[in-house]
């Protein structure tokens, strides 16, 4: 299996990267968006998909990945250390952290990515799975996984943005990523559909400028080409720009139309 994170290459070297999400869960789908040119495909299995406590369904999906020359960024359901390492023995290299709040929700699951940690020796532990090519207690694997794993966050609500500075401190982040739709509603009051753009762009705003400052890669989903060009522009690394349902609805309604009309 692959073992090098391109996804982490690329934000290292202050590289702008840009992927899809692929809601249907599909190896096929996955494979075909990577071999439009894309870098990574989004799977989140925090709202949908298999559950990611079956470490097997990710056999298929990463071997995908590979065929399409692309990386998987997986969302996991939540900030739980047992899960994190689960996911990576699997053979993801990139994780997605949701529903933090600070940096003390968000330590341990970037503690448990990592055989060292901070100085000292980190949470991962040892496994059997594919990841480490089912071989288990291999000196090249522990050696060399810390430096292609990759740990983000996402920021999703407003005690996130309040602790914005805080949780971009904590050691091995390697990006955060602006989840827009929740931080909306979690700067409601309470009514959900009460929606003040204004104060989610303060909010957005705000999250771009801290990890700018604090050198940590930011992500936003900008479906159109226009706004995703200006969130290049605005410093953000990581861009979606669309999902497999999408394009489908979109392409084919509008050739069908075309036809049709």
């Known amino acids: 299996m692959r073992t090098k994170n391109a996804f982490r290459r690329a934000i290292e070297n202050d590289e702008t990267i840009f992927g899809a999400a692929c809601a249907t869960f599909s190896p096929t789908v996955i494979e075909t968006l990577g071999n439009t040119g894309l870098d990574f495909v989004w799977l989140d299995f925090e709202h949908g998909g298999p559950s990611p406590y079956d470490s097997t369904v990710f056999e298929e999906l990463t071997r995908a990945a590979e065929a399409g020359d692309t990386e998987l960024l997986v969302r996991i359901p939540k900030p739980e250390p047992a899960l994190v390492r689960k996911v990576l023995d699997a053979g993801v290299r990139t994780v997605l952290i949701p529903r933090i709040e600070t940096a003390d929700q968000l330590r341990p699951a970037v503690e448990a990515a990592h055989f060292g940690y901070d100085g000292a020796v980190g949470d991962r532990g040892v496994g059997v799975g594919r990841t480490s090519q089912w071989e288990g207690y291999v000196d090249s694997h522990i050696g060399g ?8 966050t996402m920021i999703e609500n407003q005690r996130a943005v309040d602790n914005i500075e805080e ?21 409601s009051g309470g009514e959900p559909l009460d929606k003040n753009p204004d104060k ?4 957005i705003d705000r999250t771009r400028e801290a990890c700018l400052d604090a050198g940590v890669p930011i992500g936003r989903i900008q479906n159109s080409p226009t706004a995703a060009r200006e969130a290049v522009e605005e410093g953000y690394q990581i861009v ?11 392409t084919l309604a509008d050739r069908l139309s075309s036809v049709t009309e």
């Open 240 to 250: 979606r720009i669309g999902g497999d349902t999408g394009a489908i609805r979109s």
């Open 167 to 187: 949780i971009l401190s904590v050691p091995e982040l390697g990006f955060a990523f602006l989840g827009p739709a929740d931080l909306s509603m979690s700067l």
């Open 145 to 152: 996984e810390d430096d292609e794993v990759l740990v983000g």
């Open 200 to 203: 989610l762009q303060a909010a």
